[in-house]
């Protein structure tokens, strides 16, 4: 049994998610380690969380803070940072699942690696119709330290896979509050430049994917916070010169998909052939190959 202080707050920021919430606090509840607090920040849903988790059986205990209006979801983020005062911050979306050694394999490593700021591990993508993804069962830990030159070619950071020192992401100034969908990179990147970041190779996060998602509803506002962040936080970066290419190929890859999700444009090879990466041409591939698929298939 935990007693006192926690070491660990797992932030979670609600808003309608009332579809989701049995398999989030499952996800949170089936966790091997057990030195935390769960915070859930209702973003003024329409419906209360805490009538939701009234009629939810076999819950941890949450501590719940509602808002009077609906803020930008970092915003929001930022709000519920201010007061946390944990060691670290673990962040899980509404949407996504963990697996039950995830807080407890991020936790080993970072006792030996106290130089580490944040921590994030690998993901499988699944869809909202199916069962949930097989995810690492495996006690072993491999990690990696990045360098923000190798996080920038190979940007693949799932919010509900971090792991922040609180004291770091203070340090920093918390997320950006203007940004909806980049927050979580902005962050991501701007630790890399002053601390150390590493990424534990497991597979340990589920990333759902489902229409409903901010990041599928708002892929032209995640253009607009991508080209912002070119022309603001980029270049004031350490070898920003060195991938800058890569992350206009980023944005051009964003582009691409928001066009086609909207029907504003259609599939083609010039498309293809203007992506300069290989990585997003496979994924560009890719999408045109899951959105050609039945509904109720996985990814």
Same mark, same amino acid.
């Given at each position: 049994?935990?007693?006192?202080?926690?070491?660990?707050?797992?932030?979670?920021?609600?808003?309608?998610?009332?579809?989701?919430?049995?398999?989030?606090?499952?996800?949170?509840?089936?966790?091997?380690?057990?030195?935390?607090?769960?915070?859930?920040?209702?973003?003024?849903?329409?419906?209360?969380?805490?009538?939701?988790?009234?009629?939810?059986?076999?819950?941890?205990?949450?501590?719940?803070?509602?808002?009077?209006?609906?803020?930008?979801?970092?915003?929001?983020?930022?709000?519920?940072?201010?007061?946390?005062?944990?060691?670290?911050?673990?962040?899980?979306?509404?949407?996504?699942?963990?697996?039950?050694?995830?807080?407890?394999?991020?936790?080993?490593?970072?006792?030996?690696?106290?130089?580490?700021?944040?921590?994030?591990?690998?993901?499988?993508?699944?869809?909202?119709?199916?069962?949930?993804?097989?995810?690492?069962?495996?006690?072993?830990?491999?990690?990696?330290?990045?360098?923000?030159?190798?996080?920038?070619?190979?940007?693949?950071?799932?919010? #509900? $896979?971090?792991?922040? =020192?609180?004291?770091? &992401?203070?340090? /920093?100034? @918390?997320? +950006?509050?203007?940004?909806?969908?980049?927050?979580?990179?902005?962050?991501?990147?701007?630790?890399?430049?002053?601390?150390?970041?590493?990424?534990?190779?497991?597979?340990?996060?589920?990333?759902?994917?489902?229409?409903?998602?901010?990041?599928?509803?708002?892929?032209?506002?995640?253009?607009?916070?991508?080209?912002?962040?070119?022309?603001?936080?980029?270049?004031?970066?350490?070898?920003?010169?060195?991938?800058?290419?890569?992350?206009?190929?980023?944005?051009?890859?964003?582009?691409?998909?928001?066009?086609?999700?909207?029907?504003?444009?259609?599939?083609?090879?010039?498309?293809?052939?203007?992506? #300069? $990466?290989?990585?997003? =041409?496979?994924?560009? &591939?890719?999408? /045109?190959? @899951?959105? +050609?698929?039945?509904?109720?298939?996985?990814?």
């Amino acid at each position: 049994m935990v007693t006192g202080k926690p070491r660990v707050t797992i932030l979670v920021n609600y808003l309608n998610g009332s579809k989701f919430l049995p398999s989030l606090l499952e996800s949170i509840g089936r966790q091997t380690f057990r030195d935390f607090e769960t915070l859930i920040i209702d973003n003024a849903s329409v419906v209360p969380v805490t009538q939701e988790l009234a009629q939810q059986s076999q819950i941890a205990i949450v501590k719940v803070v509602r808002l009077e209006k609906t803020l930008r979801l970092y915003e929001a983020r930022n709000l519920a940072c201010k007061d946390i005062s944990t060691e670290f911050i673990a962040f899980h979306d509404v949407d996504d699942i963990w697996a039950p050694q995830k807080l407890k394999s991020q936790m080993d490593f970072l006792a030996k690696r106290e130089d580490i700021d944040l921590v994030f591990t690998g993901f499988r993508p699944f869809s909202s119709l199916t069962a949930e993804p097989r995810l690492s069962n495996s006690n072993s830990i491999r990690a990696q330290t990045l360098s923000l030159e190798e996080l920038a070619r190979s940007y693949s950071v799932p919010m #509900s $896979s971090l792991l922040v =020192r609180t004291s770091a &992401l203070k340090d /920093l100034g @918390g997320f +950006r509050a203007d940004y909806e969908i980049i927050g979580d990179f902005d962050l991501t990147m701007r630790a890399a430049e002053v601390g150390k970041v590493a990424k534990l190779h497991k597979r340990l996060t589920g990333v759902r994917i489902h229409k409903g998602s901010t990041g599928s509803l708002k892929r032209s506002m995640q253009v607009d916070e991508m080209r912002d962040w070119e022309s603001t936080t980029g270049p004031q970066l350490n070898s920003w010169n060195s991938w800058k290419a890569h992350y206009q190929d980023e944005i051009e890859f964003v582009r691409l998909i928001s066009g086609l999700q909207s029907g504003i444009t259609k599939p083609s090879t010039k498309h293809l052939l203007g992506l #300069s $990466s290989q990585r997003r =041409r496979l994924a560009y &591939l890719r999408f /045109l190959i @899951g959105s +050609r698929r039945p509904k109720g298939t996985d990814l």
